[in-house]
């Protein structure tokens, strides 16, 4: 086992340099970002072993027999122990990487055991378990690299300038993905679990829980080296990000880093590199308004001569409406622009009409702008295709509220992290995939969006903090709701996987004995080697492999019975025939037992069998018996030749994690469905719902005839932030509405 103050750095193999940070100007900068690194990783690394103990926990209650169920037991309580030790060892070698990389000592101090094999190329000597880990750890430090290598490219070449170098060597940063995953494989070691399937439970949660997180590490100590002038004019392209596409307006800023969606859609993946398109600020949205202004397009202006009515009546007048409005709202046969019709009149009558309907005041511009903007974007949230209608119908309640909080803090729209846009952000993130199975209980998904919507349209007064509260429990449920479907999205992609090599080995099977022509085969024989020898070589496939003693033999055993009773008199050879009998009898006797073949069934197969054998040995070769045409007898059905087009090409494009809708069947509803598994043999994909329950298992092909037909499509931006989503179709719609009469005019 490696010791707790093991150094593990990733360095290529270099001659020692001398110390250049900590005798140098950048001493004192080196130790604060190693500190920042350090402050980050503590609570993600403090969360990520209370998420392993939930894991094993809900494993061992889930388990289906008495010994995996005592393994994730004992797993759980020996890990509750040693957790302590394990964060105190992780942070002591991490502070020792991060010295030994800025004294310029790269080597890799302190090897284990397995890195030794490994290196010395002894793989034999390499456990099973080991090698399983070691995949692992290796792919979820490329997962976490690949997500974040815009900002790791960044801090990589300020790292070097401040060691006085061109560039670092790959993975020589000990902030990297690489070096954080193999100091926590060095300090797993002391776990007392020996199962490999208990540790790698807990690799999967720091994977989940802390390497999902690492980019803001790489974005503070990046903001801190920026703040301290070492090398400020590095830019996202200059450290490796495409430059985003320029706007339509000179202001238009781009998303944060941090709100960047992880898939972007289908459509820009199989088409070349799009950038992401950014989205557009409350300010431009209103300036593009008023450039309608002379089209006539924009809201009507108010009557100047009326007396503005007072922000705090604006909003008590809003908290009236707040509680009625949609309340009662029908879902059957919805019409969201005659609802948001009727909503803007409900809001005229209030704001600015008296009890007759004559106009007596009017709302000051400001309050104005937020007002026909809050209610535009609405409009386009109601119109999102990837909201179900019962979803959509909580969610357009919150109308009232939201528009209040706008108005409090004009923020609302350009600020992503305001409590409002995040809360609608969750809630439509939670719905994409939910199907509407009838269920409203408290374990149910609309239970707990109901829930939320009722606490802010009821308790919501001017206080933003109550809308950072309720996403708080919000986020709280979905992180446990995110565990279970984790975990039935694996179970499900095992569960096919294991079908799939099934599948895959019959079908090696069945081309092997039509290659070795079986159905030129007597009936006896080729009844033995196209049902109980076939149902043998594919389990022996499956278990060994093709370089497997008893694989070997099965299919030597099919080759001998093909080479004597097969030749049809050519090239009989009676003598090897007499002494390979008893071989093919013995070897046909011991592979019926191995999987159990019925022994009565068995018996008559090989009498017949021998029967063969005799008339071959009269007649030198020739057996009298019916045979079956070769093409009718291992017969493959024809199959159409697949079609390649833009289609099939963005169907065999698609990531894991890419979200569709289809309709399978012209009666029923559209399906939303995310893949989370694709085979590598058979090119077959599993997807399931936003429960995390399969929702639909398919061949390429047949998905690509879907998308041909019209009846799938990938959706847009499913993970996209909702209110993100709705601002940047604002800007489609303005941008149309203003273009359009000019050319109009033009012509």
């Known amino acids: 086992m490696a010791h707790a103050d093991k150094i593990v750095y990733l360095g290529k193999g270099q001659a020692a340099q001398a110390p250049v940070v900590t005798m140098g100007k950048y001493g004192a900068l080196a130790r604060a970002c190693e500190d920042i690194l350090v402050q980050k990783m503590e609570p993600l690394l403090h969360d990520m072993f209370a998420q392993v103990d939930d894991d094993l926990y809900r494993l061992a209650e889930n388990s289906t027999s008495n010994s995996r169920q005592t393994l994730f037991f004992d797993s759980m309580r020996s890990m509750r122990i040693f957790k302590e030790k394990a964060e105190q060892n992780y942070f002591r070698m991490l502070r020792n990487t991060f010295t030994s990389f800025w004294e310029g000592r790269s080597s890799l101090g302190g090897g284990s055991s397995r890195d030794t094999a490994l290196l010395d190329g002894e793989l034999s000597l390499v456990e099973k378990d080991e090698l399983e880990e070691e995949l692992a750890v290796t792919t979820m ?16 070449k300020r790292f070097a300038h401040m060691l006085g170098k061109r560039s670092l060597e790959k993975d020589e940063n000990p902030a990297a993905p690489k070096a954080l995953s193999e100091i926590f494989r060095v300090v797993l070691d002391e776990w007392e679990a020996e199962e490999v399937l208990a540790r790698i439970v807990v690799y999967k949660c720091f994977e989940r829980v802390v390497l ?17 002038d070492v090398l400020p004019e590095l830019t996202p392209h200059q450290g490796g990000t495409a430059p985003r596409r320029a706007a339509g307006s000179a202001g238009y800023r781009g998303q944060d880093a941090g709100s960047q969606p992880e898939q972007r859609s289908q459509t820009a993946e199989t088409s070349g590199a799009e950038e992401e398109e ?7 949205i209103w300036q593009y308004i008023k450039q ?3 089209q006539g397009m924009a809201p009507p202006a108010p009557n100047v001569h009326l007396p503005v009515l007072p922000r705090d009546n604006v909003m008590d007048a809003l908290s009236s409406m707040q509680s009625a409005a949609l309340s009662d709202l029908d879902l059957d046969n919805v019409e969201w622009s005659a609802v948001q019709k009727r909503i803007r009149e409900q809001l005229s009558q209030t704001l600015c009409l008296d009890e007759s309907g004559k106009e007596v005041h009017r709302i000051a511009e400001t309050e104005q702008q937020t007002i026909d903007i809050i209610l535009m974007l609405f409009d386009h949230v ?17 109308q009232i509220p939201v528009l209040k909080a706008a108005i409090a803090d004009p923020t609302f729209v350009d600020d992503q992290q305001h409590p409002a846009r995040r809360l609608l952000n969750e809630l439509a993130a939670a719905s994409v995939g939910w199907r509407d199975d009838g269920d409203r209980s408290e374990k149910g998904l609309y239970f707990h969006v109901k829930r939320a919507v009722d606490r802010i349209v009821h308790d919501y007064s001017d206080d933003s903090a109550l809308f950072d509260e309720v996403l708080q429990d919000f986020t709280r449920y979905m992180d446990k709701r995110a565990r279970v479907k984790q975990i039935l999205e694996e179970r499900l992609a095992q569960a096919v996987s294991g079908e799939e090599k099934l599948e895959v080995a019959k079908k090696q099977v069945e081309d092997i004995l039509h290659g070795l022509g079986v159905s030129a085969l007597p009936k006896p024989a080729r009844e033995i080697l196209e ?18 003693n008893n694989w070997r033999k099965a299919v030597h055993i099919a080759h001998t019975m093909v080479t004597y009773l097969g030749s049809n008199g050519a090239d009989f050879d009676r003598e090897k ?6 071989e093919i009898i013995s070897g046909l006797k011991k592979g019926f037992s191995y999987i159990s073949f019925d022994q009565n069934k068995a018996t008559a197969m090989l009498s017949r069998l021998q029967s063969c054998f005799i008339e071959a040995l009269k007649n030198d070769g020739f057996v009298q018996e019916e045979k079956v045409d070769e093409e009718s007898s291992v017969a493959e059905e024809a199959r159409e030749p697949e079609i390649e087009d833009e289609h099939s090409i963005a169907v065999r494009n698609m990531k894991e994690g890419a979200w569709i809708r289809m309709k399978l069947d012209a009666e029923e509803e559209p399906l939303i469905c995310k893949m989370v598994w694709r085979s590598k043999y058979t090119g077959t994909m599993v997807f399931v719902d936003g429960q995390g329950n399969k929702a639909a298992q398919m061949k390429e092909p047949e998905l690509a005839s879907y998308f041909r037909d019209g009846s799938a499509q990938f959706l847009e931006d499913a993970q996209a932030p909702l209110i993100d989503r709705a601002l940047k179709k604002m800007m489609k719609v303005l941008n149309a509405r203003i273009v359009g009469p000019k050319l109009q005019l033009s012509e």
């Open 141 to 156: 430090a490329s997962k976490a690299q690949t997500r974040f290598h815009h900002d790791l490219a960044l801090l990589d």
């Open 212 to 228: 999902s997180e690492i980019g803001t590490v790489y974005e503070s100590i990046n903001q801190l080296l920026v703040e301290k």
């Open 278 to 284: 950014p989205t557009p600020s409350l300010k431009e």
């Open 292 to 294: 309608m202004a002379p």
């Open 382 to 398: 109601l119109d999102d295709a990837n909201l179900p209608d019962a979803m959509r119908a909580l969610i357009a309640r919150l």
């Open 531 to 548: 049902q109980p020898w076939k149902k043998l070589m594919t389990i022996l496939l499956l278990r060994e492999g093709e370089e497997g």
């Open 577 to 582: 025939l007499l002494s390979s009998i008893p």
